[in-house]
T-cell receptor, first 114, second 113 residues
Framework: NAGVTQTPKFQVLKTGQSMTLQCAQDMNHNSMYWYRQDPGMGLRLIYYSASEGTTDKGEVPNGYNVSRLNKREFSLRLESAAPSQTSVYFC?????????????FGPGTRLTVL | QKEVEQDPGPLSVPEGAIVSLNCTYS??????FMWYRQYSRKGPELLMYTYSSGNKEDGRFTAQVDKSSKYISLFIRDSQPSDSATYLCAPRSGAGGSYIPTFGRGTSLIVHP
């Protein structure tokens, strides 16, 4: 099992460009998440999907959109990138409802917006 | 005030030392208390968790929760250089509440030989 995979691993964008970060999991998990991690700020939840067909905003959703394409895949889109979106982005998945509902993280995407 | 507070460190200790990592929280609804470990340039992974108050031991690691003071601890005995990582506490609510954990900022631990 590959677990949670993310593409790309690295990306450099110019201000105003758009891009989509891809995430897939092969653990048959119901819930999927997108976090960003910045120095001194810890992990902050951007969006999550409790189950296929549903998405909800997290702590820092502005400037992002998501799509739960199917049970396996959850993508994050930046429509018009800004330097403030320079960060490391992690996708995670979990069974949901489990105890304690462990989240499994991908390796991350390092995004720089110039 | 953030819901979960954690000193970012870094905490530097010699090999073999006992390490104490701590968090405080403000949400009384938290019932599960998880610790994630994150190596440099990797995603976090669950290290261990406890339910409600008390201690839980797993090898060299002991997690401790004091709900009365809203204080979470992770102790590492006989620390090794391979324990060098960032440790994130992540409490979450119990049944009826949000199943999504609230992550602390993480404490960077450096164990030098």
């Amino acid at each position: 099992n590959a677990g949670v995979t993310q593409t790309p691993k690295f990306q450099v964008l110019k201000t105003g460009q758009s891009m989509t970060l891809q995430c897939a999991q092969d653990m048959n998990h119901n819930s999927m998440y997108w976090y960003r991690q910045d120095p001194g700020m810890g992990l902050r939840l951007i969006y999550y999907s409790a189950s296929e067909g549903t998405t909800d905003k997290g702590e820092v959703p502005n400037g992002y959109n998501v799509s739960r394409l199917n049970k396996r895949e959850f993508s994050l889109r930046l429509e018009s990138a800004a330097p403030s979106q320079t960060s490391v982005y992690f996708c995670a998945s979990s069974e949901s409802g489990g105890k304690p509902d462990t989240q499994y993280f991908g390796p991350g995407t390092r995004l720089t917006v110039l | 005030q953030k819901e979960v507070e954690q000193d970012p460190g870094p905490l530097s200790v010699p090999e073999g030392a006992i390490v104490s990592l701590n968090c405080t929280y403000s949400n009384s609804a938290f019932q599960y208390f998880m610790w994630y470990r994150q190596y440099s340039r990797k995603g976090p992974e669950l290290l261990m968790y406890t339910y409600s108050s008390g201690n839980k031991e797993d090898g060299r690691f002991t997690a401790q929760v004091d709900k009365s003071s809203k204080y979470i601890s992770l102790f590492i005995r006989d620390s090794q250089p391979s324990d060098s990582a960032t440790y994130l506490c992540a409490p979450r609510s119990g049944a009826g509440g949000s199943y999504i954990p609230t992550f602390g900022r993480g404490t960077s631990l450096i164990v030098h030989p």
